[in-house]
């Protein structure tokens, strides 16, 4: 199409059609896509076949261009000035490649250039401005393939130099095209010929020099200068400075990029030349330039920027570092917020900063990079402010030699006050900054033990008596309260963060353990030198007894062979060292008889036993005491804790038995104030006491006994109700001890301790937001003791008024008071109380982490199955809950996790009845479900039991069975038992029984995954349907369950006789439903879309079924079709779709309009051979004989059909004649115009309308749905249609 419309402009005849055009074609439209691959492969397939096609052709003798050739030139410098996406970068690469390697004649280029993408003043502004760029991609072009450099190129480098200053001047976004040309050039040519071809072109523009100089001009002297300074020296040295950038310059650099416009980007390459030219001295460039320039506005801030980034790449030294990052830029990176552009100049600064500390090679100026981040406002204020991770990025690329000095100068700020050339708030961040670094453990290496051990022994140590003997004790160093925090939190945190979720592997555990036991032996050596060093902390005489004991325990389990080592003993391991630390870190949370009881249960658990041998005495196994242990230390406020229970726990989780589980639920269905769950808040004491009395905190912590007992016998009195079960219906045995839990929040005793820290001061603060609180408390209980003393009050008022209360008044105003007084006193606890339930919440969330390590080990198939019911009484307890979202998805992903299992140990050795039973309570607790996704669940979990009672069952896909030589119970068949028990309960569901409401969702979910399995439902189903006094929705229900069962595959598995049977009783049923609809009075469009859903179905099973639907069936159903909703409609296509002939409406179509012999209209062949008579089929086959030109007319008959269709069917035995008649004419005007089809083609190429297709749009027009417009009939339908809507 394009070589044709070439032709015609040249005169010249047609273009030659052969397969290299077309192939020539085809790779254009691949020029222009957006992948770069692509573009690439096709300009050099283009560059193959037009070198054949040169070299083959008769014009290559007499060194002309073949024609395909001077084609190809002609397209892509013409489509060069295209707005179409990708197209310059495609069509500009294929025209460097072809002048690359190509003879191409440079004028002849320069000529098409001109001819084509000529501009002047009368064109419009677009097209101007294409054309302008079209020019600049073409000139770009002859630069990179260096064709203005030799050859015949070399006479034109002039005449492009000037068509390139004047595009500059033209508009401001060719300025960065135009340059990065002008350089381009400038840094290909030779001296001489930059001295003879070049020069003279660019000679009245530098002769300019300085003043009024652009960005432009400045570009081109520092270009020309850098490639060809012999040949600027003497222009420098009369219109310049020489050197260009000195200082003398400076000022007029600055001026220069102070005027320049950002949007041009010309900047940047000035940037990069300065840089360039100030390799050996860039701190006065930037000093001379940069700095003047960061003061300015946002846009010079940005040049500025730009500079220091081009600054730092060629920086060699780090006095020069030191000089380009000093405070104030510093403060710019940090603390200016900038525009958007700003931000990005910055960033890519840091980015620049971390790039050379990778990069270069030289230890100093790594260091003087980092010191220079550290310094104040730098440190961990930049990774802050800027939202990026460039501190954090520039340690870990130091080397390895810079790594050791940096963690050199880290423990000599941590040994030391003060560091030179940091001032102690630095020194600060920089402690804060590595201790936060040490919390990611594949960072420090082999300093992270280091590290740890000097967090430790400063921050719960104090050095007596300076010595080199101990590790980081040769200093006697003091640390503010702030300071000293901060060790203890990054010593927990470290030791806690440095844990791997994979701790059954040995490899992450040993390496582990090796880390907490090195720290466990240098404490061991500053507890054995109390001349040098002595805790913060005094210890009573207790705590080093119990220290003393935990050293014996951990020597005897390290010194064991390791081949000989158990998985328990590194539990156990783990826990006595986490013991023994805290017993020097914070005893005061550590509760001495836990450790009491581990060392206990660590003598049981390698206790030899004889097979037969069993707990007589009532004492507990000891995993039930270690569990116990396990859940008081998940109620701790700090992570170490928690992390050691969780690590022991999962190593001790083969020991686990059903009442290990049993005091775990009985954990998560605790409340407040129950025996097995005791709250320790200390902050909740004596409310009535002073807070200035502290010292007395203990001792008035019994005033509130009372309260206390009557929380819990208020408690109890809830609880009688309620009993205390396992899943398997047996009682609950309360825990031995009460599970103490410190709910005390962290941050409040940090807050309380800074307070106590400014009291001893004396310059505690007052916050204004307490005050106002307080205030604001202290106003509304004045109002209720004011309202209460009632005239008293207003006497008080008056000093000379005496009251006249009597005693009866008196006696009223003392209960007025007793009640604003304990109203007062109400709230403080209902603070208070609900502190503590967020606390208790957040308990039961880490409780379920110790679930979620139960279920995802191999553990015994009756643990599994007494987690089922619990784990969804939690999902549904948490469900849409405040503050417990984070319960409820943890809750769910350990059912989750429960349910996908695949192998169960012990699977066929469960009691049948008491998973009968469990099963049983499933079902009865899905009554009171309503959310669908806890429905959804709680069909899995009966799915889940049904497995393990129907071992047998294949559709079940059940677990892999044991593969022990143990004997094995034979499992009676229960499978009679469930498919009655299923029976029972939906039947009672669909007839409306009040204690079976089950949410619809519930079966269904189980049909949905096994519809063989419950295949056996059909007959309730087909019994609830057939049964009069069944509700319309409950029938509707039913229908949905029987769609739901019918499914291909496993119905074509049934007997050909139970399959019959089926279809005998459905279809009668389904026949009645619909012939007793009534469009006015009887008429449910969700349950004859449940009915259509099932008939869908059976035909795609049986297509037999397809002669078994009656006329009337049909007839009724086309009354119906106006009454259709949108969900009823799609229904009724489906299963017209495979009523007809199988196949969607689309092949239909494609079917009617590739017959040619239209005459004969189709048979229905369901329908006994009468022909159709619905129209929406014969104007189907008008449009779709129409042209591809009438768009319109399909979009009107598309409109039309969906709102008229259904009126239409009503009246269509009527208007069949008419039909056949306007159907001849139709075809008739259709012949005629298919004539002309080719010629319509022609014109519709060149963007113009032939007049056939005019025509063809009327015809369209008029024809929809095979009625005329001027029918009288149509008109009535389309009013009352219109009436209809406008009722709706």
């Known amino acids: ?92 690469l294929a025209l460097t490649q072809i002048l690359r390697n190509l003879d191409v004649p440079v004028k002849q280029v320069l000529d098409l250039t001109e001819k084509h993408l000529h501009f002047s003043s009368h064109d419009q502004k677009q ?20 064709r203005l450099i030799k050859g015949d190129g070399k006479e034109y480098g002039g005449e492009v130099i000037k068509t390139l200053f004047k595009l500059c001047k033209e508009k401001m976004y060719l300025q960065s095209i135009c340059s990065q040309g002008l350089t381009l050039l400038i840094q290909q040519a030779s001296s001489k010929i930059f001295k003879k071809r070049l020069l003279p072109c660019l000679q009245d523009e530098l002769d300019k020099g300085w003043k009024g100089c652009t960005i432009n001009r400045l570009l081109i002297a520092l270009v020309s200068t850098i490639h060809h300074e012999d040949c600027m020296e003497e222009i420098l040295e009369e219109h310049w400075t020489n050197p260009i950038v000195s200082k003398k310059s400076f000022t007029f650099i600055v001026e220069v990029l102070r005027n320049c416009s950002v949007e041009s980007k010309v900047y940047v390459q000035v940037c990069e030349l300065l840089a360039k030219l100030s390799e050996t001295s860039v701190d006065r460039t930037w000093h001379g330039v940069g700095a003047r320039i960061l003061e300015g506005n946002q846009q010079q801030k940005q040049i500025a920027g730009c500079l220091l980034n081009k600054l730092l790449i060629v920086t060699s030294s780090p006095e020069q570092i030191e000089e380009l990052l000093n405070r104030k830029v510093r403060e710019f990176l940090i603390l200016f917020p900038g525009s958007i552009h700003v931000k990005q100049t910055k960033d890519e600064i840091l980015k620049a900063i971390v790039d050379k500390i990778r990069t270069c090679q030289d230890v100093d100026i790594e260091m003087a990079l980092v010191r220079s981040l550290l310094r104040d406002p730098g ?76 967090l430790f022994v400063q921050g719960y140590f104090n050095v007596i008596t300076p010595s080199t003997k101990i590790l980081y004790c040769k200093n006697k160093v003091s640390y503010d309260e702030e300071e000293l925090k901060m060790m203890q939190n990054g010593y927990l945190n470290c030791v806690a963060n440095f844990h791997s979720g994979s701790m059954v592997q040995s490899t992450h555990r040993k390496k582990y353990l090796q880390l907490l036991i090195e720290v466990f032996n240098y404490a061991q050596e500053l507890m054995s030198n109390t001349k040098i060093v002595t805790t913060k902390k005094k210890l ?27 998985v328990e003993d590194d539990a156990f391991l783990f826990l006595f060292i986490h013991f023994a630390l805290q017993i020097l870190t914070d005893s005061t949370k550590l509760d001495l008889s836990l450790l009491e009881d581990v060392q206990s249960c660590y003598k049981k658990a390698f206790l030899k036993k004889k097979p037969g041998d069993k707990n007589t005495s009532d004492e507990p196994e000891w995993i039930e005491v270690m569990t116990e242990v396990l859940l008081n230390m998940m109620s701790h406020s700090y992570q170490l804790a928690r992390v050691m229970s969780s690590t022991a726990f999962k190593l001790l989780v083969d020991h686990v038995t059903p009442e290990t589980v049993e005091q775990i639920i009985t954990v998560m269905f605790s409340k407040m104030g129950d025996d097995a769950v005791n709250f320790i808040d ?34 109890e009195e809830t609880d009688e109700d309620e009993e205390d079960t396992k899943p398997n219906g047996k009682k609950v045995e309360k825990p031995s001890k009460k599970l103490k839990i410190d709910v005390k929040d962290s941050k409040e005793k940090s807050l309380k301790s800074e307070n106590a820290v400014k009291k001893k001061s004396g310059k505690r603060e007052d916050d204004d937001d307490e005050m106002e609180e307080a205030e604001d408390f202290n106003e509304g209980f004045r109002q209720t003791v004011k309202a209460a003393l009632g005239v008293a009050a207003a006497d008080s008022d008056d000093e000379e008024s005496d009251s006249d209360l009597n005693d009866s008044d008196m006696e009223k105003m003392d209960d007025k008071l007793a009640e604003a007084f304990r109203s007062m006193r109400k709230t403080s606890r209902k603070k208070v109380g609900v502190e503590a339930e967020k606390q208790f919440i957040a308990f039961k969330t880490r409780v379920v982490d110790l679930i979620q390590i139960l279920v995802k080990s191999d553990i015994q198939a009756q643990i599994a199955v007494s987690l089922v019911l619990p784990l969804l009484r939690i999902m549904d307890k948490s469900n849409l809950k405040d503050g417990q979202r984070e319960l409820h998805v943890k809750t769910k992903k350990s059912f989750d996790i429960l349910y996908n299992q695949k192998h169960m140990k012990g699977a066929s050795e469960v009691d049948k009845d008491w998973l009968f039973k469990t099963l049983q309570e499933i079902v009865q607790f899905s009554t009171k479900a309503t959310d669908l996704v806890l429905v959804k669940e709680i069909s899995n979990a009966c799915l889940y039991i049904m497995k393990l009672l129907l071992l047998d069952d294949e559709t079940l896909n059940p677990t892999k069975r044991d593969d022990t030589k143990s004997k094995k119970k034979k499992s009676e068949n229960y499978r009679e038992k469930v498919v009655d028990f299923l029976k029972e309960n939906l039947s009672f569901f669909l007839y409306n029984k009040k204690d079976y409401r089950f949410h619809p969702g519930f079966f269904n979910n189980m049909l949905e995954k096994f519809p063989k399995l419950f295949w056996f439902l059909n007959v309730t189903l087909l019994d609830v349907l057939q049964n009069e006094r069944i509700k319309v929705y409950n029938k509707t229900l039913a229908c949905g369950y029987m769609s739901t069962l019918l499914v291909k595959k496993p119905c074509l598995e049934l007997k050909s006789e139970e399959w019959k049977k089926f279809e005998d009783a459905i279809l009668p049923v389904l026949k009645k439903f ?111 004989a129409t042209p591809k030109s009438s768009k319109k007319s399909k979009k009107k008959h598309k409109e039309r059909n969906d709102s008229e269709s259904d009126k239409q069917n009503e009246n269509e035995d009527d208007e069949v004649s008419k039909m056949d008649v306007e159907e001849e004419k139709n075809k008739t005007e259709i012949k005629k115009l298919s004539k002309k089809k080719r010629k319509s083609d022609e014109f519709a190429m060149n963007g113009e309308l032939s007049p056939s297709s005019e025509k063809k749009t009327k015809l369209s027009k008029s024809f929809n749905f095979g009625v005329q417009d001027g029918d009288s009939t149509t008109k009535k339908l389309n009013k009352k249609e219109r009436k209809r809507k406008i009722s709706l």
């Open 1 to 92: 199409m394009a070589v044709e419309h070439m032709a015609a402009e040249n005169n010249k005849p047609t273009a030659i059609k052969t397969k290299t055009d077309e192939y020539v074609l085809k790779l254009f439209w691949t020029l222009s896509e957006g992948q770069d691959n692509a573009r690439i492969k096709a300009s050099n397939e283009l560059v193959k076949h037009l070198t054949k096609k040169q070299e083959n052709s008769e014009e290559s003798k007499t060194d002309e261009l073949c024609p395909t050739l001077v084609y190809t030139l002609e397209r892509l410098i013409k489509g060069l000035s295209s707005g179409r996406k990708w197209s310059r970068l495609g069509f500009s």
């Open 127 to 146: 097209e101007c401005g294409g054309l302008m760029l079209g020019q600049a991609f073409v000139y770009l072009s002859l630069i990179q393939s260096h």
């Open 379 to 454: 440190g961990p204020a930049i990774d802050r402010s800027t939202k990026s991770q460039t501190l954090s990025q520039a340690i870990k690329s130091l080397s390895e030699e810079g790594f050791d000095q940096y963690f050199k100068m880290v423990q000599q700020i941590f040994m030391e006050e003060t560091v030179e050339g940091f001032t102690p708030t630095e020194c600060l961040r920089i402690k804060k900054k590595a201790v936060f670094l040490l919390r990611q453990k594949t960072l420090m290496g082999e300093h992270q033990t280091a590290l740890i051990k000097q």
């Open 540 to 566: 009573s005489q207790k705590e080093r007894d119990a220290w003393n004991k935990v050293v014996v325990v951990v020597k005897e389990i390290t010194d064991k062979v390791e081949d000989k080592k158990k």
């Open 682 to 715: 200390d902050e909740d004491k004596n409310d009535d006491d002073d807070d200035d009395e502290e010292g007395e905190e203990d001792e008035s912590g019994d005033d509130d006994d009372d309260d206390d007992d009557s929380d819990e016998e208020s408690s």
């Open 1074 to 1184: 619909i012939l007793s609809f009534d469009v006015k009075d009887n008429y449910k469009p969700k349950f004859l879309q449940e009915i259509f859903n099932i008939l869908f179905k059976m035909i795609q099973i049986s297509p037999q079924i397809k002669t078994k639907i009656t006329d009337d069936m049909r007839e009724k159903i086309s009354s119906l079709k106006p009454k259709f909703c949108k969900n009823t409609r799609q229904a009724f296509h489906r299963y017209k779709g495979v009523l007809d002939e199988g196949v969607g409406k689309r092949s239909r179509r494609q079917e009617r309009h590739n017959s040619q012999d239209r005459k004969p209209k189709p048979v229905d062949k369901i329908n006994g051979g009468t022909p159709h008579v619905n129209g929406d089929h014969e104007a189907e086959e008008i449009v779709m």
